[in-house]
């Protein structure tokens, strides 16, 4: 099954998205944004707009001298009589070649100007403006020149001053900040910020059910009792039970967790809240503490309903792990504790939460009371895969050939989101190679796609490199076959993939939970083998077994650090932990051992690999003809499947 929360197939039931995704508001349907909700906004900017180019064009128009003259000039033109009036303020005088005064239109708002040019100036004249200098005998010239002269009120520029140095600036600034703020995700409102994001989903409307979910029966069981306590809540009360605060589903990312919360809310039928545990934190500090507040209002509005955090260690982290300090992460966490201790069990609000590193979450989350029960969300079994792969086959056409059985044999160790990718893989794979059914090549072909990597069809290898690369991939065949407890090689291929030039495919027929010392030597051995192989024709090493020389020194390290398989340190676990205070899980902060056991377990490292590369190349030794044979005939198809492969060593009197 699936897990929104993460891995391969993204969110689904069991790894595909609903059909009918939940409108994000309680009553139904997503709420519209109004339409002209900010419409006075561009009202105002439009209208100062259309005022500023109307000022401009009525100057244009009446201005036919672009530049104001000297007043002793504008002097001299009314007493030669080319003026004949004057318009007079307190900043400009205007001088007209006309003796009519056109008629005025209303000038709105109080302007200083009217909005039809032509009812202020004439085709047929000229202005002069020249700036008035205090000289009272300007008048007696107008006067004993017979020039009409009158004044023009300026009131009206106060308000447009006003609005050009007030109005506008902050109109433009509360612009903006909304803009900011919207972008930032905190909402148009500064006064919002504390409102919780969650995505409410009313009731009803939650179309998933436990049918839809497969591979995790005993998780299932485990949220039975919260769906009947929010259906019949009587029944428990009645004896004096009280159902479980909050439940914490953990497990791997892609195994189903979110698929679980919606299914309980589903089949209870009430509202479901849905939150990630990094919508709380923002760049404000109380933010996160705000919106912990909010949420809870509302739900206890709503009650019975169930809240669904999902990602719980993005704000549930220990606070042993905060360096001091006013902590955003920490405020929300106090909040969260504090609002889980203060509703009463009895009330219908059931508290759900999913989580995939449940190590690093602060002890009092997990108390009873809170967190009162987890739920372990594993990876499926065989069973599981097989009804997890027939809920997303449902809606493909599958060929009668198909087998799901066999494909959830060899899918052991997937999730439920990668059986989900595998079903849509392998249907593109159909249509791409223009079939109109699915068949079993094509999930073959997705599942070495997820494990191996995409087909890099224009990487040519040289003649030497293929014949290494061959070498090398049957070298780890021939090994996994002749080693104890091994899986089966399923497909050697020489083919490059991803990164690798080459693969060997090794699918377990069956579930393994343990491990024991001899399969982890065994699992060094096959990763050796390529290398020895390689050596055993060339003389030398290349850099092709880089990846297997980790893998071996890894499994070899936990061996004697994490597992207690050393010589000298037999039943003791010697590994490494983090600071305190630091978030960063890493080995190399701080050992619990001295330098001297530090070398112990580098030479003890070094002492396994060196005992298992010489036990394989005494194999390899052994079987070099079968080696020889085995690489011909890659080299030859460059793919061998495993009948093939068995083939040939049975072929050789391999056993």
């Known amino acids: 099954m699936s897990d929104s929360s993460g891995g391969p197939g993204g969110p689904s039931a069991n790894g595909e998205e609903q059909k009918n995704s939940p409108p994000p508001?309680?009553?139904?349907?997503?709420?519209?944004?109004?339409?002209?909700?900010?419409?006075?906004?561009?009202?105002?900017?439009?209208?100062?707009?259309?005022?500023?180019?109307?000022?401009?064009?009525?100057?244009?128009?009446?201005?036919?001298?672009?530049?104001?003259?000297?007043?002793?000039?504008?002097?001299?033109?009314?007493?030669?009589?080319?003026?004949?009036?004057?318009?007079?303020?307190?900043?400009?005088?205007?001088?007209?070649?006309?003796?009519?005064?056109?008629?005025?239109?209303?000038?709105?708002?109080?302007?200083?100007?009217?909005?039809?040019?032509?009812?202020?100036?004439?085709?047929?004249?000229?202005?002069?403006?020249?700036?008035?200098?205090?000289?009272?005998?300007?008048?007696?010239?107008?006067?004993?020149?017979?020039?009409?002269?009158?004044?023009?009120?300026?009131?009206?520029?106060?308000?447009?001053?006003?609005?050009?140095?007030?109005?506008?600036?902050?109109?433009?600034?509360?612009?903006?900040?909304?803009?900011?703020?919207?972008?930032?995700?905190?909402?148009?409102?500064?006064?919002?910020?504390?409102?919780?994001?969650?995505?409410?989903?009313?009731?009803?409307?939650?179309?998933?059910?436990?049918?839809?979910?497969?591979?995790?029966?005993?998780?299932?069981?485990?949220?039975?009792?919260?769906?009947?306590?929010?259906?019949?809540?009587?029944?428990?009360?009645?004896?004096?039970?009280?159902?479980?605060?909050?439940?914490?589903?953990?497990?791997?990312?892609?195994?189903?967790?979110?698929?679980?919360?919606?299914?309980?809310?589903?089949?209870?039928?009430?509202?479901?809240?849905?939150?990630?545990?990094?919508?709380?934190?923002?760049?404000?500090?109380?933010?996160?503490?705000?919106?912990?507040?909010?949420?809870?209002?509302?739900?206890?509005?709503?009650?019975?309903?169930?809240?669904?955090?999902?990602?719980?260690?993005?704000?549930?982290?220990?606070?042993?792990?905060?360096?001091?300090?006013?902590?955003e992460r920490e405020q929300t966490l106090n909040q969260l504790l504090v609002e889980m201790d203060g509703f009463d069990g009895t009330s219908g609000l059931i508290i759900l939460a999913a989580t995939n590193r449940p190590e690093v979450l602060d002890p009092a989350l997990l108390r009873p009371g809170r967190f009162d029960r987890q739920v372990l969300v594993d990876r499926p079994d065989l069973k599981g895969r097989e009804e997890i792969l027939k809920i997303h086959s449902k809606g493909v056409k599958l060929s009668p050939s198909t087998d799901i059985v066999v494909v959830a044999r060899i899918t052991s160790g997937f999730s439920g989101a990668d059986l989900a990718n595998i079903v849509n893989e392998a249907a593109l794979l159909a249509v791409r190679s223009g079939r109109k059914l699915v068949e079993q090549r094509d999930f073959d072909e997705a599942i070495e796609k997820t494990v191996a990597g995409l087909q890099k069809k224009t990487r040519v290898l040289k003649p030497q490199e293929r014949k290494l690369t061959a070498y090398h991939e049957a070298g780890h065949a021939l090994v996994a076959a002749f080693t104890a407890n091994a899986d089966p090689v399923q497909k050697i291929s020489i083919i490059p993939r991803g990164f690798a030039l080459g693969y060997t495919m090794q699918l377990p027929v069956e579930d393994r939970y343990t491990v024991t010392q001899s399969d982890l030597l065994g699992k060094i051995d096959i990763l050796l083998g390529g290398r020895i192989a390689e050596e055993m024709i060339t003389g030398e090493f290349s850099t092709g077994a880089a990846s297997d020389l980790t893998k071996a020194t890894d499994i070899a390290r936990k061996m004697i650090t994490d597992y207690g398989m050393s010589q000298r340190f037999r039943n003791v676990a010697l590994t490494s932990r983090g600071i305190p205070g630091s978030e960063r899980q890493e080995p190399s902060f701080q050992r619990e051992y001295s330098e001297a056991t530090q070398q112990y377990i580098d030479e003890e490292i070094a002492r396994i690999v060196e005992e298992r590369f010489v036990r394989v190349r005494e194999l390899l030794t052994g079987k070099r003809e079968l080696l020889d044979r085995v690489s011909a005939v890659l080299q030859e198809k460059e793919t061998l499947d495993e009948k093939e492969f068995n083939a040939l060593v049975r072929g050789t009197g391999g056993s």
């Open 25 to 327: 508001f309680p009553f139904g349907k997503s709420p519209r944004k109004p339409p002209g909700r900010f419409g006075w906004k561009f009202t105002v900017i439009y209208l100062l707009i259309f005022l500023a180019a109307m000022s401009a064009f009525n100057y244009y128009m009446a201005g036919k001298s672009s530049a104001p003259i000297d007043f002793s000039e504008f002097k001299n033109k009314i007493a030669s009589g080319e003026i004949k009036r004057v318009e007079l303020s307190d900043s400009v005088f205007v001088g007209h070649t006309t003796e009519k005064r056109p008629a005025e239109s209303p000038r709105p708002f109080g302007l200083p100007f009217s909005l039809d040019p032509r009812t202020s100036v004439r085709n047929d004249e000229k202005i002069y403006r020249t700036i008035p200098i205090n000289d009272e005998s300007i008048i007696a010239l107008m006067d004993e020149n017979k020039v009409a002269y009158y004044a023009v009120s300026r009131q009206g520029g106060a308000i447009l001053n006003l609005i050009l140095s007030w109005v506008l600036p902050v109109v433009f600034f509360i612009i903006v900040w909304r803009y900011l703020m919207k972008r930032s995700g905190l909402g148009g409102n500064v006064l919002s910020v504390g409102q919780n994001k969650a995505v409410i989903v009313a009731e009803g409307d939650i179309v998933t059910r436990f049918r839809d979910v497969a591979g995790v029966d005993e998780a299932k069981e485990e949220l039975v009792e919260v769906v009947d306590f929010l259906k019949s809540p009587a029944k428990y009360t009645e004896i004096g039970g009280k159902i479980p605060k909050g439940v914490l589903l953990v497990g791997p990312p892609g195994t189903g967790k979110t698929l679980l919360a919606r299914a309980v809310a589903g089949e209870a039928g009430v509202s479901f809240f849905r939150m990630s545990g990094a919508d709380f934190v923002e760049m404000f500090v109380g933010v996160g503490a705000a919106r912990v507040r909010d949420l809870f209002k509302q739900a206890r509005d709503k009650a019975p309903c169930i809240i669904f955090i999902d990602e719980l260690d993005a704000i549930g982290k220990s606070r042993n792990s905060i360096a001091g300090g006013n902590d």
